[in-house]
């Protein structure tokens, strides 16, 4: 695992909702803006969506009106609230800070949204 560990993907039905968790460590989290990717089979890893240390966030066209990004610096956890999945929306999904650091990629978490 990095030191951003993402939790949460699963299988879904299209038109159903998921949140996603990324949590760090308070050395990292603080200050950062960080941000969901995602890749799906034979794509390359894009943006999702951001928030900076502040809570302004920034989403891909994609995804605006569905997705919500959130952090709670309490608990060093960023959340994406997903709602009405789209089959396009399955990939795996990572968290980095933005720009993102080649050495925090994580496993990721599985988003499979079945039709």
């Known amino acids: 695992q990095g030191p951003l560990v993402e939790s949460g993907g699963g299988l879904v039905q299209a038109g159903g909702s998921l949140e996603l968790a990324c949590t760090t460590s308070?050395?990292?989290?603080?200050?950062?803006?960080i941000a969901w990717y995602r890749q799906a089979p034979g794509n390359q890893r894009k943006l999702v969506a951001r928030?900076?240390?502040?809570?302004?966030?920034t989403y891909a066209d994609s995804v605006k009106g569905r997705f919500t990004i959130s952090r709670d610096n309490a608990k060093k956890t960023v959340y994406l609230q997903m709602n009405r999945l789209e089959l396009a929306d399955t990939a795996v999904y990572y968290c980095?800070?933005?720009?993102?650091?080649?050495?925090?990629w994580g496993q990721g978490t599985q988003v499979t949204v079945s039709g």
């Open positions: 980095n800070l933005h720009p993102y650091i080649r050495h925090y």
């Open positions: 308070e050395r990292i989290f603080r200050g950062a803006t």
């Open positions: 928030i900076d240390h502040v809570g302004r966030s």
